[in-house]
């Protein structure tokens, strides 16, 4: 979907080095989220915001944290990554009164070595 | 807390006939969306089609319809006359209200055979 973009799109990293994904959006939606997706698992909320500086936790929380300094830009930073936090990483944005679900970015798919 | 289950992790069906996708979730409250997403190979998260909790009649989106018991919390998706283009895994998807988080399930990949 053209209104949200990932980047990137292919990461290979090594055991314990820091890593940031950037979700950017142009429709000015009020939630975004981050997902990973995984074998059995299907996707799994890590951490989402409802406003600028505003972010929660997701049920898969721990080893990643999240900053929304814009409207239109969430991080994801994997502090110290590990081989269990190889995945695949869904941004998805929505807004309040909407009923269509979310609008999901392409995915990066994360390798960590 | 809310859960969603797909008990098919794999189905198959011959191109032209028809498939049922199989859902079932678990949750207290009355107000609520559920969606399926289909995810192709090309990992774009598409949605399918969505109905309303409120509403007694099943969401239909031209080849692909649900099947919604309210009592029984199962939300089946039926595909008919099968493409080769709807090979994908997909998703079933619980959302409380219009602000609530999306929750999935685990997905069941569809094979579709020509």
């Known amino acids: 979907d053209a209104g949200i973009t990932q980047s990137p799109r292919h990461k290979v990293t090594e055991t314990g080095t820091p890593v940031t994904l950037r979700c950017h959006q142009t429709?000015?939606?009020?939630?975004m989220y981050w997902y990973r997706q995984d074998p059995g698992h299907g996707l799994r909320l890590i951490h989402y915001s409802y406003g600028v500086k505003d972010t929660d936790k997701g049920e898969v929380s721990d080893g990643y944290s999240v900053s929304r300094s814009k409207t239109e830009d969430f991080l994801l930073t994997l502090e110290s990554a590990t081989s269990s936090q190889t995945s695949v990483y869904f941004c998805a944005i929505s807004e309040t009164g909407t009923y269509y679900g979310y609008t999901f970015g392409s995915g990066t798919r994360l390798t960590v070595v | 807390a809310q859960t969603v289950t797909q008990s098919q992790p794999e189905m198959s069906v011959q191109e032209a006939e028809t498939v049922t996708l199989s859902c079932t979730y678990d949750?207290?409250?009355?107000?609520?969306?559920l969606f399926w997403y289909k995810q192709p190979p090309s990992r774009q998260m598409i949605l399918v089609i969505r109905?309303?909790?409120?509403?007694?009649q099943n969401a239909t989106e031209n080849r692909f319809s649900v099947n919604f018991q309210k009592a029984a919390k199962s939300f089946s998706l039926k595909i008919s006359d099968s493409q080769l283009g709807d090979a994908a895994m997909y998703f079933c998807a619980y959302r409380r209200g219009n602000t609530g988080k999306l929750i999935f399930g685990q997905g069941t990949t569809l094979q579709v055979k020509p």
């Open positions: 949750t207290s409250e009355s107000d609520y969306y």
């Open positions: 109905q309303e909790a409120y509403k007694q």
């Open positions: 429709e000015n939606h009020r939630y």
